[in-house]
């Protein structure tokens, strides 16, 4: 039955995940749960084996075969579509009837939903540490842990792949070629390939694969690794490897030498040289250098903008908007921000909005106040570049911050945000520095370093 507890259960779940995709934006923290079926196919699993009943912890469960969409990393409902279904959940679970195992699948020390995805979700909202589950698990020789995401068993089985390959854990038991970023193992393997074939015409001899990996690493990797080294180049690339400095370099050098008409004949120093002229400006040098993204992210954010406004025709609801994001991701949290406040709203009232009421409420009532205070305070100073759209996002995540940190979900005024902001001594000028006010450390993503 759906009952009135239950409905005040979801509804604070709901806000939680609501604060969880917040904090997922500006952490750079994973915050999906992962497809089955990918992982199968990236870690080739095949063989499995039915374990029986048994005990797991909920913490370990990272994924679903198919509901993946439906919920966070948590098993938080991220809309309204399962409402019903997991406030029946809720009903049983609350009853001394209590509801049946779960079905999982493990890998490695993970677990994927088969059936029971609801359940979880309950369980984690009620503080449970286990559940019971029907375990069918693959072998795999890939570690997988709770805190990996989909990349990251790429980035295992490139480099399981490629040490099998080029047995450079085996030549070169010191080695540390290690990259953050898929297909870059497979990049270093089309090099050793290239280093080989040009030694061959060198030495007039043929090389036996262990011999070109052995070279390849001694006269090509090393020298450009230590030169990195020597310089510190690594220091303005926080959170990445020599070896995705190096992948980077050599692209480069490629990119270079292609420009120049000089195959081969531009160095290290003279790469390394090119790339601190610009350390000043590490972001707009990598954009330069490797993928031309600054072209590529206006025209994602142009097209981002148009779609907000498509979707949510506040252009034609409020005319005098100025709604501007500097980064595309923030149009999408911002509907999201729409369609949380719409059911905040329905919840209220215990009835049906229509999505236009809601955009015009959200703007009247959420957003253009919080404007008026970033204004009044002249807050956007502290933020060269920015616009006060992207402060209203911050400011959203101080306010979800701190209620998580006080347990006050809805109890914080725009007031108490703003001053908590005012009240430290170096007001932060970018978002990195904003999110490292709160206690987070934004993941890279991609070559997008900001500082």
């Not at 870059?184 to 393997?189: C, D, E, G, K, T």
């Not at 390939?193 to 090509?220: F, M, P, Q």
């Not at 070896?243 to 270079?256: E, F």
């Amino acid at each position: 039955m759906l009952t009135p507890e239950s409905n005040e259960e979801f509804s604070k779940v709901r806000q939680r995940a609501f604060i969880e995709e917040w904090l997922s934006f500006f952490t750079g923290r994973p915050n999906h749960l992962l497809p089955f079926e990918e992982v199968k196919q990236s870690l080739q699993l095949q063989d499995a084996a039915y374990k029986g009943l048994q005990e797991i912890e909920l913490d370990k469960i990272i994924g679903s075969t198919g509901r993946y969409r439906d919920f966070t990393r948590t098993f938080l409902p991220k809309n309204n579509t399962t409402q019903d279904r997991w406030r029946r959940v809720d009903a049983v679970a609350h009853s001394e009837q209590g509801f049946p195992p779960i079905e999982v699948y493990q890998v490695g020390d993970v677990y994927f939903v088969r059936d029971g995805n609801h359940r979880v979700s309950v369980a984690r909202a009620h503080g449970a540490a286990t559940i019971e589950a029907e375990v069918i698990e693959y072998k795999t020789s890939v570690p997988f842990g709770p805190d990996d995401d989909l990349d990251d068993v790429l980035l295992k089985v490139e480099q399981a792949d490629f040490l099998k390959e080029t047995r450079l854990d085996q030549l070169r038991p010191d080695q540390n070629v290690v990259f953050t970023e898929p297909g870059r193992y497979r990049l270093v393997q089309e090099h050793i390939i290239i280093h080989k074939y040009l030694r061959e015409i060198n030495c007039g001899c043929e090389l036996s694969a262990d011999e070109a990996v052995t070279s390849w690493y001694e006269r090509v990797y090393l020298p450009l690794v230590q030169l990195i080294r020597e310089r510190g180049i690594l220091n303005y690339f926080p959170g990445r490897t020599e070896a995705d400095l190096y992948a980077w370099l050599i692209l480069h050098r490629a990119a270079l030498e292609a420009e120049l008409d000089a195959l081969g004949q531009v160095s290290n120093e003279q790469i390394l040289d090119d790339l601190e002229r610009e350390r000043t400006n590490p972001l707009t040098q990598l954009l330069g250098f490797f993928h031309n993204r600054l072209d590529l992210d206006q025209m994602s954010l142009k097209a981002k903008q148009a779609q907000f406004m498509r979707e949510t025709e506040l252009g034609r609801i409020r005319p005098e908007q100025n709604i501007v994001f500097t980064e595309p991701e923030g149009y999408e949290l911002a509907k999201e921000h729409i369609a949380f406040h719409k059911f905040l709203r329905e919840s209220e009232c215990g009835c049906e909005i229509s999505y236009e009421e809601a955009v015009r409420s959200w703007y009247d009532t959420v957003y253009m106040p919080l404007i008026e205070l970033i204004r009044e305070r002249d807050i956007l100073q502290y933020f060269p570049g920015r616009t006060e759209s992207d402060v209203y996002l911050w400011l959203i995540l101080r306010r979800a911050a701190l209620e998580a940190e006080m347990d006050t979900l809805g109890q914080i005024p725009d007031e108490q945000v703003i001053e908590d902001l005012e009240l430290q001594e170096t007001p932060p000028s970018t978002l990195a520095r904003l999110a490292q006010l709160f206690g987070f450390k934004r993941k890279p993503q991609g070559l997008l370093l900001l500082r």
